[in-house]
């Protein structure tokens, strides 16, 4: 089964933190800097940690360079 989160990130931020905005939006702060995919490694990490589930079991499929993101969680 698969379901889809809407992500919106802050880069640089002081600590890293996930906040639940919606039933299907968060809101994620990241410590790393938007290069060579850092942030995006550590926005996957974070929410995986969050809803409970292995990394692999989540993909960004749409916002790679971009705040907003689309991110397809399988179950």
């Not at 002081?14 to 702060?29: F, I, N």
């Not at 996957?44 to 749409?62: D, E, F, N, P, Y």
């Given at each position: ?24 939006e ?5 410590i ?18 969050h ?8 993909k960004?499929v749409r ?13």
């Amino acid at each position: 089964m698969k379901s889809y989160l809407t992500v919106k990130v802050r880069t640089r931020a002081a600590e890293p933190r996930v906040e639940k905005t919606g039933e299907r939006e968060y809101k994620v702060s990241v410590i790393a800097a938007p290069t060579k995919g850092k942030a995006n490694a550590e926005v996957i990490g974070l929410l995986a940690q969050h809803l409970g589930i292995a990394r692999s079991q989540l993909k960004i499929v749409r916002g790679e360079t971009s705040r907003h993101k689309l991110v397809v969680v399988d179950l």
